[in-house]
């Protein structure tokens, strides 16, 4: 282990410390950056023309959970119209994106949840945005995550018709 990485891993400790004294003396609902590396990642559509900060807010306000990072959001990453990625969790921190009754908060505990701005059934994701999303799920399949769409663990129309449709066309679902 390098120096680099001994410091950063400190710091992720020292963090979590921080996080776990919030959480117990301040009664805060915070999630900590405690899980094991996840397996999944789970593509979504935002379902709506909701701006970061609208789904950030309704997220917070329904959940109350918020993030190490400081946000609401229950996906770990949201990418906008334009392609930036904002990301709001931690990856080894519990999401609140896939509730499947079969198992309760396993997805959630399992996998990295990554949103695109839009509804996609109704109009196809931008190119920025797929482009964003390419490079997160291959570098994610590179670190030998497998990618799954939300459809595809509990009924419902997300990730929308044209992003599922673009994940089977380059490989990523079967």
């Known amino acids: 282990m390098t120096i680099k990485e001994l410091i950063e891993r400190l710091m ?3 963090l979590i410390l ?3 004294l919030q959480v117990k003396f301040l009664r805060q609902k915070l ?3 405690n899980l094991p590396k996840p397996k999944y990642v789970v593509v979504h559509h935002g379902g709506g023309d909701y701006s970061f900060e609208q789904a950030n807010k309704h997220h917070k306000d329904k959940w109350g959970f918020i993030s190490s ?3 609401g959001l229950g996906y770990q990453k ?3 119209y334009g392609g930036y ?3 709001a969790r931690r990856d080894n921190e519990e999401g609140a994106h896939t509730a499947d009754p079969q198992r309760p908060h396993y997805w959630n505990k399992n996998s990295v949840g990554i949103c695109l701005r839009g509804n996609t ?3 196809p994701p931008t190119e920025w945005q797929l482009r964003a999303l390419k490079e997160e799920l291959d570098e994610y399949k590179r670190k030998g995550y497998i990618v799954k769409a939300h459809r595809n663990i509990v009924a419902t129309s997300c990730p929308g018709n044209h992003l599922y449709q673009w994940l089977k ?3 990523y679902i079967i």
């Open 69 to 71: 990072l400081g946000f």
């Open 78 to 80: 949201w990418i906008k």
């Open 121 to 123: 059934n109704n109009n």
């Open 18 to 20: 921080k996080l776990q």
């Open 31 to 33: 999630t900590i950056p």
């Open 85 to 87: 990625v904002i990301i």
């Open 169 to 171: 066309d380059n490989k």
């Open 12 to 14: 992720l400790q020292l």
